[in-house]
């Protein structure tokens, strides 16, 4: 199994939610406000006078077959409007309960 964080501007929530509900991946966290800016390019996302735009966050545990049509479809996502943001990472889950 993978854990999937994917962090993105808000714009992007509905594109977001339609490739998990895709890919079956029904079990997730989400955290609705979150803030962050780019490590190379794009505005803040800070929900500030200065920089209002916000971030949400998803952090969800898939099968690891699912890790790259889930990767692909977040890739196409930013790649549409990459001034936006959207970053996922992938982590290996040794175990759960």
Same mark, same amino acid.
């Given at each position: #199994?993978?854990?999937?964080?994917? *962090? %993105?501007? !808000?714009?992007?929530? @509905? ?5 998990? @509900? !895709?890919?079956?991946?029904? $079990? ?7 803030? /962050?800016? /780019?490590? +190379?390019? $794009? +505005?803040?996302? %800070? /929900? ?7 971030? *949400?966050?998803?952090?969800? &545990?898939?099968?690891?077959?699912? &890790?790259?049509?889930?990767? @692909?479809? #977040?890739?196409?996502? @930013? +790649?549409?409007?990459?001034? !936006? $943001? ?7 889950? +040794?175990? *759960?309960?």
């Amino acid at each position: #199994m993978k854990a999937i964080f994917i *962090s %993105y501007s !808000q714009v992007h929530t @509905d594109h977001v939610m339609r490739v998990l @509900d !895709q890919n079956n991946a029904r $079990g997730f966290t989400k955290w609705e406000r979150t803030q /962050g800016r /780019g490590s +190379e390019s $794009g +505005e803040p996302h %800070y /929900g500030t006078h200065a920089w209002p735009a916000l971030n *949400s966050s998803i952090l969800t &545990v898939v099968a690891d077959h699912l &890790v790259e049509p889930i990767l @692909d479809a #977040m890739r196409e996502i @930013d +790649e549409e409007s990459p001034e !936006q $943001g959207l970053r996922a990472f992938v982590w290996t889950i +040794e175990s *759960s309960l």
